[in-house]
């Protein structure tokens, strides 16, 4: 059986290469606009949802026996990498978030369940904790090597210094205005986290619509419903074809 991750890139292999080489253009500009800063996260040979690691023996065994008795994900999870899927596979398989697969290996990863090529640990598995929100801003710059230990050590001194002040500022805000991180690097960042929540949709790409801010009047509520009930009858009519046309 093809995997709906194979089935999705091969929609978009069928794609005519003057189109593709468009949205090769536009893709990558717009990936290094967004993390400009953070070069070595745009690396499409280097990714988190690229990885596909091994079941440890305690894991099979887990898997097996279940005698944790995780949540059914959990074991969706690692069913999944016995059956030799990636990361983006499973996440997509599922209709997951890839924060939801971050959360789901980090914890795998604790309990020493996964097996991880030594190559792919530092910066893979840094980019899962961080999506995942195991880890902050601070110490996931040090991890990818944007800081070294003793800036980030210097930075932790600093907002030590300020809180016993009872000024109270987050680390990013810190890192800035210590000149390791900027404006820009920061929303690169909050921005890698935001999207990592985000479903795949196979549809026009909707994936939530919120209603904007101060939109207290009943008249802006109903406008902005009456738009979230179109665009989902969109979605689900352009995911039907889609699924038609992949066959699933």
């Known amino acids: 059986m093809q995997k709906t991750s194979d089935l999705f890139i091969q929609n978009i292999k069928n794609l005519p290469i003057w189109v593709k080489q468009v949205i090769t253009k536009e893709i990558l ?20 949802q690229y990885m596909c690691p091994k079941l440890t023996f305690k894991g099979k065994q887990e898997l097996q026996e279940r005698n944790l008795r995780l949540s059914e994900g959990y074991y969706i999870f690692m069913q999944d990498l016995s059956e ?4 983006f596979e499973i996440t997509i398989k599922n209709n997951w978030t890839l924060a939801d697969s971050a959360k789901i290996f980090c914890r795998l990863n604790e ?42 050590e210097q930075a932790i001194r600093y907002q030590k210094k300020l809180n016993d002040e ?14 390791f991180i900027t404006d820009k690097g920061l929303d690169s960042l909050l921005l890698l986290k935001d999207e990592a929540r985000k479903h795949l ?15 207290q009047s009943e008249d802006q509520i109903a406008r902005m419903q009456r738009e979230i009930t179109r665009l989902e009858n969109e979605n689900i009519i352009m995911k039907k074809r889609l699924k038609k046309l992949l066959n699933l």
Do not use: C, W
């Not at 009872?166 to 000149?179: C, E, W, Y």
């Not at 196979?202 to 209603?211: A, C, D, E, H, P």
């Open 201 to 215: 949709s196979f549809g026009i790409g909707l994936t939530s619509v919120k209603l904007p801010e101060g939109a």
């Open 84 to 87: 030799q899927n990636n990361i």
């Open 111 to 152: 309990l020493e369940f996964l097996q991880i090529e030594d190559y792919l640990t530092n910066k893979n598995i840094a980019v899962a904790q961080f999506i995942a929100g195991k880890i902050k801003t601070g110490e996931f710059l040090k991890r990818i090597g944007k800081i070294n230990t003793i800036q980030l």
């Open 29 to 48: 500009e717009d990936l290094r606009k967004k993390l400009d800063e953070f070069s070595q996260l745009v690396e499409v040979d280097d990714l988190f």
């Open 166 to 179: 009872g000024r109270h500022i987050k680390m990013a805000s810190i890192l800035i205005k210590m000149g």
